[in-house]
């Protein structure tokens, strides 16, 4: 549990440096670092995706997953929480837009891909921290330039990191033996999907409910033993 709050530190200490940097800055080069952000994280994705070994199972479960997510209105509610956490920051004051969508795209950003669930599992079951660690410095690096381009809004990511690294260390030897390398794989690849679709509202080209394709990641955990064991039979 310690690596995770020093994960979550790390995003609030970057988000602090970047919302310092962001005083300093015009609205222009602000823009300009929202659409790097964004081409970066596209690129990222991009990668990330590619990286399947089951092409078909990346999109069954993303559309499964979205399917969930959509009944659910995880986005909607992760939204509310946005503004909630912004009514409280500052009582009386309009909802920013630019807090939202900060909360939104950094929390997104962090919680997906391999990192986050294997550094959270290895220090659960055996106290191995360097995965974290090596997370923390990463993500300590992001929120500099996303809370320079979106402010405030991305400290607060560090909120549901908490509870969502926090979760899986303390869960670890129960989930352990569902993530084989392959379904690992198969959750990073199906994430990577979800940082194209920040990428893509960064750049304001759409608006994509990316928090409603969450139950994505976790569909590859029943996904591939399932598949396998038709492969099997077939």
Known sequence: MLATII????????????????????????????????????????????????????????????????LLDLDGKLEALA????????????????FTQGFISATLTFCIGSMAIMGSMQAGISGDMSILLSKSV????????????????????????????????????????????AVILEVSAVGSIMMIGIAINLLELRKIPVANMLPAMFLPVL????????????
């Open 223 to 234: 996904y591939q033993p399932l598949s396998q064991w038709i492969a099997r039979l077939i």
């Open 138 to 181: 990463i993500d300590c690096i992001t929120a500099v330039s996303f809370a320079t381009a979106l402010g405030i809004g991305v400290a607060f990511s560090a909120l549901p990191i908490l509870v969502y690294q926090g979760t899986i260390t303390l869960l670890a030897s129960v989930i352990a033996p569902f993530l084989s390398s």
């Open 83 to 98: 503004q909630l956490l912004r009514r409280l920051v500052a009582p009386g004051k309009a909802a920013s837009g630019s």
């Open 7 to 70: 994960n979550s530190a790390a995003i609030v200490l970057g988000s602090l440096i970047g919302i310092l940097f962001k005083q300093r800055i015009n609205t222009r080069i602000t823009r300009s670092l929202v659409t790097a952000l964004a081409l970066a994280v596209a690129v990222l994705g991009i990668m990330g995706a590619i990286q399947t070994k089951d092409s078909l199972g990346m999109v069954i479960c993303i559309a499964i997953g979205t399917l969930l997510g959509e």
